[in-house]
């Protein structure tokens, strides 16, 4: 007997949007992203594309950030980026022992919240990032970036709307997030920009963009070439966006990068190299990881 249709599992819908790729900033220099990307969260540098001295892929999971030299210090970003991480008291004790190391001096770098299952830190370019121990937040896989949340003038999540919803075909929802109206739009499994209303001096999002795979490409670019918000030719399967318009007047509605890609991009579903579990490394440094987790109250490692 076929169960009730009421009774059968019922994940979010994808939409137009399948898969959030990376988030991308530029900064000054690849050392301290060394120390606070590879070393302290235990992420891994791709050693395929942007392995050279003027750019950086960090992988996370199947996902990644972006960041280009361009000689210019990173700008300021009022949002938060939230990633699914696969121990959280193992990064807390590495970035600790990092920071007892004064590898971060100098830099904005700091805890500011400890949870049970989260963490919540100020990266050393002053990038809000918020870990999510796996299995706190719904997502796919045990490592990943799960949201990005961009602080905007308070109206404009209407707007956002008509971009997202009508012209990249992405389920949304209206949700109040700590106090604010947010309007979260869906850009792969369980992954999301959060577009979140707040009062401001400066909501100018500068180069930081976000790169996403879209399954009506040519119409996507054809529109946004259309109201002149396309950047460059669009060859090549990506094309890169001025940021949210509207898609009948080309009226800007937000100034944030946008990132389209095809299914036909050769980057499309491509593995991505990740080397966890970062503990059993045969090193001196994992060691006193170890020992550091087991004289912070508080923390423990299974055995």
């Not at 606070?36 to 791709?46: A, C, S, V, W, Y």
């Not at 006193?288 to 087991?294: G, N, T």
């Amino acid at each position: 007997m076929k169960k009730p249709l009421d009774d059968c599992e019922r994940l979010p819908e994808i939409g137009g949007v399948l898969h959030l790729e990376h988030f991308n900033f530029e900064m000054l220099d690849h050392e301290i992203a060394t120390i606070f990307f590879i070393n302290g969260l235990g992420l891994t540098r791709d050693p395929y594309r942007r392995a050279d001295e003027n750019n950086m892929g960090v992988n996370v999971g199947m996902q990644q950030f972006h960041l280009p030299r361009r000689g210019r210090k990173t700008p300021p970003f009022y949002g938060e980026v939230g990633l699914v991480v696969p121990d959280i008291q193992l990064i807390r004790a590495r970035l600790e022992r990092l920071d007892r190391m004064h590898r971060f001096e100098g830099t904005a770098y700091q805890i500011t919240a400890v949870g049970e299952k989260d963490l919540k830190l100020i990266s050393p370019w002053g990038i809000s990032m918020r870990l999510w121990q796996v299995g706190v937040l719904p997502f796919q896989r045990p490592l990943g970036l799960a949201y990005v949340d961009i602080p905007v003038k308070h109206g404009k999540t209407d707007e956002l709307v008509v971009f997202y919803q009508e012209l990249l075909k992405t389920p949304y929802r209206q949700e109040r997030l700590n106090g604010e109206t947010a309007a979260i739009f869906t850009v792969g499994p369980h992954q999301y920009l959060r577009f979140r209303e707040r009062d401001l001096e400066d909501y100018n999002l500068y180069d930081f963009h976000v790169a996403y795979y879209v399954t009506n490409y040519n119409e996507v670019r054809d529109a946004a070439m259309k109201v002149g918000k396309l950047q460059g030719e669009g060859r090549g399967q990506v094309c890169f966006i001025e940021g949210p318009f509207d898609p009948v007047s080309g009226k800007s509605i937000l100034k944030f990068q946008q990132e389209w890609r095809s299914v036909y991009h050769p980057d499309f579903m491509r593995p991505l190299v990740n080397r966890w579990p970062i503990i059993s490394e045969p090193f001196f440094d994992q060691a006193e990881v170890v020992a550091d987790i087991e004289e912070v109250p508080g923390l423990s490692y299974p055995a």
